[in-house]
């Protein structure tokens, strides 16, 4: 069984950068997707990046493209997403997530949550 927890999290300023941190413990990583979610007040939940943990194939939201980036080191036991040039509408609970290929990594990563996730953490953007 997974165990996940974020770190990272914070306020920043508009334009400013973070970098997201995600400890995965438990269970086996070999065939899975890893992901980060977000979720902001009264807002459903959005799919933010994904990486296939096996071939190293990520997807973005488009929101998001070209802004941050996913990672993940030591076979996928600690998850990374740089942000940069962060805006207030980047502003919400960011959570880690792993768990078996379901679908095409896209179709995946824009349904969350799956698998595993944990309880998050708080990005905040300031104006």
């Known amino acids: 069984q997974l165990h996940i927890v974020e770190s990272g999290g914070g306020l920043v300023q508009t334009g400013g950068s973070l970098r997201l941190s995600c400890v995965i413990s438990?269970?086996?990583?070999?065939?899975?997707?890893l992901g980060w979610f977000r979720q902001a007040p009264g807002k459903e939940r959005e799919g933010v990046a994904c990486?296939?943990?096996?071939?190293?194939?990520?997807y973005y939201t488009d929101s998001v493209k070209g802004r941050f980036t996913i990672s993940r080191d030591n076979g996928g036991r600690t998850v990374y997403l740089h942000m940069n040039n962060l805006k207030p509408e980047d502003a919400a609970a960011y959570h880690c997530?792993?768990?078996?290929?379901?679908?095409?990594?896209?179709?995946?990563?824009?349904?969350?949550?799956?698998?595993?996730w944990g309880p998050g953490t708080q990005v905040t953007v300031s104006s």
């Open positions: 997530q792993a768990g078996g290929r379901q679908s095409s990594l896209q179709a995946q990563c824009v349904r969350p949550p799956w698998g595993t």
């Open positions: 990486i296939d943990n096996y071939h190293g194939s990520t």
């Open positions: 438990g269970g086996t990583l070999d065939y899975v997707v």
